[in-house]
């Protein structure tokens, strides 16, 4: 099993790859390094990848996300950070804001935006950790995406269960995971990277049975949320 994942600190002669490199390398991934990341801009039709993020499902690899846990006190949580209520993120300037507990949180910043994050929380007296190279994501997006996660995910992910913002810890594949609804057809999953092969065979099985398929970024992401060229 490929470890190149293990350092999140790329750069455009050595950049940084998700857990999910090889398997994406296999189904025909097109590639760019961005913001010192190996991502996947294409699987070769970027046409029938928008078509299938329309009208079925489409999964695309975000493990390049920069992923922060922050952990003081409550009420410096809050003056560092805003109030967040737990079970629902927020949205704040190009990154989600992530309640695990009241004295825990998870952020999630394109690449670039990390190490400013970070100094600015530390000079608040909140303690990160940068869970980047820990935590794999992978977005799951279009009509069937509930259906899609259904397959595998012991999270209810209906909308009265789980609004858009809802964040919920839970079994996904039947290990450990976080689930975050970004709107009402897309959703985010951040699981133990080490089980990057696992998790791609998992949804790719889920999403072809739907009519689905691995996505790139141009056709998926919101420029603000991909590292740039």
């Known amino acids: 099993m490929s470890t190149a994942f293990i350092s ?5 002669e050595a950049p940084a790859r998700g857990p999910f490199a090889d398997a994406a390398a296999a189904a025909g991934a097109v590639t760019e390094v961005r913001d010192g990341w ?9 046409a029938a990848e928008r078509a299938a993020c329309a009208s079925s499902v489409g999964f695309a690899d ?12 409550a009420a410096t949580l809050e003056s560092a950070a805003g109030a967040l209520e737990l079970g629902s993120a927020e949205r704040r300037e190009g990154a989600w804001l992530c309640p695990v507990a009241p004295e825990l949180r998870l952020e999630l910043h394109p690449p670039a935006a990390a190490a400013a ?8 007296g909140v303690r990160t950790c940068d869970l980047t190279a820990s935590l794999g994501a992978i977005s799951v997006c279009g ?21 858009v913002s809802g964040f919920r810890p839970g079994s996904i594949a039947r290990t450990p ?5 970004e709107d009402e057809e897309r959703f985010l999953i951040l699981f133990g990277a080490a089980y990057g092969a696992y998790f791609w065979e998992t949804v790719a099985t889920a999403a072809a ?6 996505v790139g970024l141009d056709a998926l992401a919101a420029p603000s949320e991909v590292p740039h060229a």
């Not at 975000?62 to 006190?73: C, I, R």
């Not at 994050?117 to 608040?124: F, I, V």
């Not at 009509?143 to 909308?159: G, H, K, V």
């Open 8 to 12: 999140p600190l790329g750069s455009a």
């Open 177 to 181: 995971a976080y689930l975050l609804r």
């Open 117 to 124: 994050r970070r100094e600015q929380l530390e000079a608040a």
């Open 209 to 214: 049975g739907l009519g689905g398929r691995p």
């Open 62 to 73: 975000f493990s390049f996300l920069a992923k922060l846990e922050l952990q003081a006190p």
């Open 143 to 163: 009509p069937r995406a509930t259906e899609t996660i259904a397959r595998f995910s012991a999270i209810d992910t209906r909308p009265k269960s789980l609004p």
């Open 38 to 46: 190996e991502v996947v801009t294409s699987f070769g039709d970027a």
